[in-house]
């Protein structure tokens, strides 16, 4: 009975490798019916897909953790805070899930959003805490040439770009605007973002391509865990 129950769970993961066309399609149909009277009418049909897309977040963490260690999978509620939004809109039309990494020592995380016609990869440092914030940019104030090393490589570059998020608009305070290195320095997240088209997330290989995205990414975050785990003389912050 255990390894039938074993394999009953293996051979369910297998089967929900894939995002289903019924899932954008259901996207697609709330975007344009997003109110509480649609929404109860398909509750059903949404409860039944959000089971489906949690089995495939699941999946892909299940291959992440081959390259690195996963602490834990946040899928996001469908349901929107609107409170203090002037779009009162009660749902999200997309399904989303980010991925930690585990322990002090590892930093950084991956976001993946499933939307039609907007679905998308995101990984790196969304809103780094001041402490942190501050430490990287340091780092980067006394020398940037590793991480520019890094992001410019063109293995990395082809898959995820430039660096995207919000920045100061001269200088941070305490930093000179003509550092030779401002462009960076200035930054107040540390975003890669990577879009995909409908029909390459309905195909067969999407899990694959996103996991092989992820893989990409980890020696920026090899590197960034190191500069946010030390101080300036390389010694360990870690007790």
């Given at each position: 009975?255990?390894?039938?129950?074993?394999?009953?769970?293996?051979?369910?993961?297998?089967?929900?490798?894939?995002?289903?066309?019924?899932?954008?399609?259901?996207?697609?149909?709330?975007?344009?019916?997003?109110?509480?009277?649609?929404?109860?009418?398909?509750?059903?049909?949404?409860?039944?897909?959000?089971?489906?897309?949690?089995?495939?977040?699941?999946?892909?963490?299940?291959k992440m953790k081959e390259?690195?260690?996963?602490?834990?999978?946040?899928?996001?509620?469908?349901?929107?805070?609107?409170?203090?939004?002037?779009?009162?809109?009660p749902y999200k039309s997309?399904?989303?899930?980010?991925?930690?990494?585990?322990?002090?020592?590892?930093?950084?995380?991956?976001?993946?959003?499933?939307?039609?016609?907007?679905?998308?990869?995101?990984?790196?440092?969304?809103?780094?805490?001041?402490e942190d914030l501050l430490?990287?940019?340091?780092?980067?104030?006394?020398?940037?040439?590793?991480?520019?090393?890094?992001?410019?490589?063109?293995?990395?570059?082809?898959?995820?770009?430039?660096?995207?998020?919000?920045?100061?608009?001269?200088?941070?305070?305490?930093?000179?605007?003509?550092?030779?290195?401002?462009?960076?320095?200035?930054?107040?997240?540390?975003?890669?973002?990577?879009?995909?088209?409908?029909?390459?997330?309905?195909?067969?290989?999407?899990?694959?391509?996103?996991?092989?995205?992820?893989?990409?990414?980890?020696?920026?975050?090899?590197?960034?865990?190191?500069?946010?785990?030390?101080?300036?003389?390389?010694?360990?912050?870690?007790?």
């Open positions: 009975m255990v390894n039938f129950s074993i394999k009953f769970i293996q051979l369910s993961r297998m089967e929900n490798t894939v995002i289903t066309a019924d899932a954008l399609n259901f996207l697609t149909d709330l975007k344009q019916n997003n109110n509480r009277e649609w929404f109860e009418l398909h509750k059903s049909r949404f409860k039944s897909l959000e089971t489906e897309v949690k089995r495939f977040y699941t999946n892909l963490m299940d390259h690195d260690e996963i602490e834990k999978l946040k899928m996001f509620r469908i349901y929107r805070d609107v409170r203090f939004s002037k779009d009162k809109t997309h399904f989303a899930g980010s991925f930690s990494r585990a322990g002090a020592n590892l930093r950084g995380g991956y976001y993946l959003q499933i939307r039609p016609g907007e679905s998308f990869i995101a990984a790196g440092f969304w809103e780094p805490n001041t430490r990287i940019r340091k780092e980067l104030e006394y020398d940037a040439s590793a991480f520019r090393k890094l992001i410019n490589m063109p293995s990395f570059k082809d898959t995820w770009g430039e660096i995207v998020g919000d920045e100061v608009k001269t200088a941070p305070k305490g930093f000179n605007k003509e550092d030779p290195n401002i462009d960076l320095i200035r930054k107040k997240a540390f975003i890669f973002v990577r879009n995909f088209r409908d029909e390459e997330v309905l195909d067969r290989n999407f899990i694959e391509e996103v996991n092989k995205s992820f893989k990409n990414i980890r020696p920026f975050f090899n590197l960034m865990s190191e500069i946010l785990t030390t101080n300036l003389d390389g010694e360990s912050l870690l007790n």
